[in-house]
């Protein structure tokens, strides 16, 4: 068998945010390997041998559109991976950066997606819970423009204030809610996001101070490894643990899937949902395995 006609990337043309570092580098890595043309972009420099590489800060719509003008009439694998951790005062940024360019640059780009290409975007095991968010965020998913979407934004201080989950949430809602619409699916156009957990990557840093009350990198750093790791006395994954895996996604192999919200996490969001549905039904695992055993 011949593993890079199974993938089917040889020849094609790929286009890929974020390939600079981390998780996004590591699929580029791989994209390049199995013989794509891969066209990718970054707000830093990408060293890396792809067929075109830009440096675009993708959080302006301006550079954005100056960047489609340069990209591929036929695109066959979109990848959108760009992120940034939160800090105060950066909530609509993180918005721009984490969703709202990459929900733009999915339409701006989608007559030139080929058919039965796919689109695959990297969000977050911190979207953890999007369902409660699916109406505000189809709301917003569905003005048609990228100024009255800032104006949203602007009257929802609310819901951008837990800025990094909500982008999250809002990419995870756009996979949901776009999967089966009819641009999409008329041309067969395979929609699928990756969830991953906590990975080693450039945003370990700032995730960790972020994450501490007092921007303390050590006490970050303990906190979410109390969150994502200690309950399995686990680990933090590396960049290709996560890269890997949305190549294949993105790829032929995997090409009946769609609408798919892939955590890659070890199973630890399994188990914040196992909790969840219990404390809802106020039923043990014994009672629950009883049950399924009768
Ligand atoms: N590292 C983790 O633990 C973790 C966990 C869950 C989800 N994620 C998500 O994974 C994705 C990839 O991040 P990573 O962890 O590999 O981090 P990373 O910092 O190594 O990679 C992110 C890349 O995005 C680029 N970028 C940031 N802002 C940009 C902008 N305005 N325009 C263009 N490029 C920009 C950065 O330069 C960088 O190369 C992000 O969307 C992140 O939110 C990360």
New binding site residues.
Partial sequence: MDLKKLFGYEGKNVVI?????????SATELLLELGANVYA????KIDLPVTKSFQ????KKEEIDKIIKELPDKIDALFL?????FFPGKELLVQK??FY?QKYMTEQLLNRISDKGSITY?????GFGWEQVYNKAVELINLPSWEEAMKWYEEHPELIQSA?VFA?QCLESYVTYKCMSKEFIDRKIRINAI??????????E??NRSTSPNGDLKEGEEMISNIFLKSWNGY??E?KD?GYPMVVVGSDICSYMSGQLIYIDYGLTSTWKSGALLAQSSKTIEELSEEANN
């Fill in positions: 945010t974020g390939s600079a570092s981390g998780m996004s580098k972009i970054d707000i830093n675009a800060d993708l959080s991976c760009h992120g940034i951790a950066v984490n360019s990297i969000s977050s095991v911190g990094y999250k969830n991953p957990g906590d990975t080693t990557t450039g945003l370990t700032d995730f933090a994954a960049a996560m």
